[in-house]
């Protein structure tokens, strides 16, 4: 990544200043947990140049590249080498920060403020939340589920800085199931599985992400179920988040996965069209962007083409706006079209009028020409806009060009059926399925 990162502010700085303060600066690591980059030098005139001046091009350039928020934060080499020795001392990995070490492993960013509550996702926050004001009260364990990109991550931060917030003294620690392992191999390698224990016994409030990582490894399954079990006897709150729902998964012993059924199971769905607007929205206000209607325009682009992944959605309008920054071009859909387009055009390679006119027919037993004929009988009328909307709903064709394709109809018959399967989508929910899984089919 860094690499690409200094391409970059190459091409956007002189080169006079590039190999100034560019040149002498190195990666120390990059946390992509929380989305941190350590930057160091030996000299503190540059750090202070470099944070004074350009520490937002750095920042920019990372979401050039990455497509995500990443904080920047350079040091001198020598406050490494000590926090190395610190974390030795305590065997705990140390933020370098010292403002983020208060704040311990949490992302400042994920909190519930910044959390936009939807029908997809306002049972896990509501639990959350609930968990983060009365923890060991509400829910315990909190087991909170969902596809990659849909804010586990997020929730269980905000629990975190929500409780640090009102009791500094609590101890309250974050890990996902890799950095658990990855801890617990070493504490193996060097005889410290005791220190290891303790501190994870220690906590008042454990949250754990990415439980399913820790499928089909047994030992580490061993040492959580002990973790589990004592944090539990105790009554110390238990967070844990996954890919999927406790009974999906499949390679983890059933003694752990009848734990998680317990008490509380919630799951976070894709966010619906006017979620992920709210969320486009809300990112913007933050980054004090102005919303004009130029930019609500790509925001709402950016939120009908990108549908299941809300980091990818992030990540597409982060792009845009570094783009726009370092090009000082003004955002509008043009402009966004251009940046987005190996995005939009990737998510809809695979649907032509063609293959969904085959697809549909199949579905509903009809023929492909009858979809072309002018039948009008309900049998065929109904696939027949069902194919419509589809067309217009999965590729770039007009309303006159769809018309065309079936059997020479005219444009607003074919805005008349995509406005009734919409509204059928909504009031009915097996029509909403079949679409559902038409589009699937599509797609693949
Ligand atoms: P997961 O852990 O489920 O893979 P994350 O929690 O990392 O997903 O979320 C991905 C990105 O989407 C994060 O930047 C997060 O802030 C954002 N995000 C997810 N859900 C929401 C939401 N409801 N409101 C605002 N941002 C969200
Ligand atoms: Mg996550």
Not at 15 to 20: A, G, H, L, Q
Not at 48 to 73: A, C, H, M, P, W
Not at 112 to 128: C, E, L, P, W
Not at 248 to 264: A, D, P, Y
Request: with cysteine.
């Amino acid at each position: 990544i860094w690499n690409q990162v200094l391409k970059i502010i190459e091409e956007n700085t002189t080169s006079i200043s590039y190999n100034t303060w560019f040149k002498p600066i190195k990666i120390n690591s990059i946390d992509n947990n929380v989305k941190i980059a350590y930057l160091e030098s030996e000299e503190d005139f540059i750090i202070k140049v470099l944070k004074d001046r350009y520490l937002q091009l750095i920042e920019s350039s990372f979401k050039t590249v990455t497509g995500e928020d990443y904080r920047v934060v350079i040091k001198n080499s020598e406050d490494y080498e000590q926090v190395k020795e610190e974390e030795a001392e305590t065997n705990q990995p140390v933020l370098m920060d010292p403002k983020l070490r208060k704040q311990k492993i949490f992302n400042p960013r994920y909190t519930f403020d910044n959390f936009v509550v939807g029908n997809s996702n306002k049972y896990a926050h509501a639990a959350s939340l609930a968990v983060a004001e009365s923890p060991s009260e509400a829910y315990n364990p909190l087991f909170i589920y969902g596809g990659s990109g849909l804010g586990k991550t997020h929730l269980m931060n905000a629990i975190g800085i929500y409780l640090l917030e009102n009791n500094e003294n609590l101890n309250v620690l974050y890990v996902s199931s890799e950095m658990f392992t990855n801890e617990f191999i070493k504490a193996l390698g060097e005889n410290k599985t005791r220190e290891f224990k303790n501190k994870y016994r220690k906590v008042d409030v454990l949250l754990i992400d990415d439980i399913q990582f820790l499928e089909g490894k047994d030992t580490m399954q061993e040492e959580f179920f002990h973790t589990f079990n004592s944090l539990y006897d105790l009554n110390k709150q238990i967070v844990i988040s996954s890919d999927r729902a406790p009974n999906k998964l499949v390679k983890l012993e059933e003694r752990l996965r009848s734990r998680f059924m317990w008490n509380l199971i919630a799951d976070l769905q894709p966010a619906d069209y006017e979620t992920r607007v709210a969320i486009l929205m809300k990112k913007a206000e933050n980054a004090n962007i102005e919303i004009d209607d130029d930019l609500y325009e790509v925001i709402c682009l950016i939120a009908e083409k990108i549908k299941d992944n809300i980091r990818e959605l992030e990540g597409a309008f982060n792009r845009i706006v570094s783009f726009s920054t370092l090009m000082d071009e003004k955002i509008d859909k043009v402009f966004a079209k251009r940046i987005l387009k190996d995005i939009i055009q990737n998510s809809g390679t695979s649907a032509t009028p063609e293959k969904i006119k085959t697809i549909v027919s199949r579905y509903f037993n009809i023929k492909v020409s009858d979809m072309e004929s002018s039948k009008r009988t309900n049998s065929i009328a109904f696939p027949r806009q069902v194919a419509m909307f589809l067309c217009r709903d999965m590729t770039d064709y007009s309303l006159p060009k769809i018309g065309n394709l079936f059997g020479g109809r005219h444009y607003t018959t074919v805005m008349h059926a995509c406005e009734k399967i919409q509204a059928e989508i909504h009031n009915n929910d097996s029509v909403k399925e079949v679409i559902e899984n038409l589009k699937k089919e599509i797609s693949e």
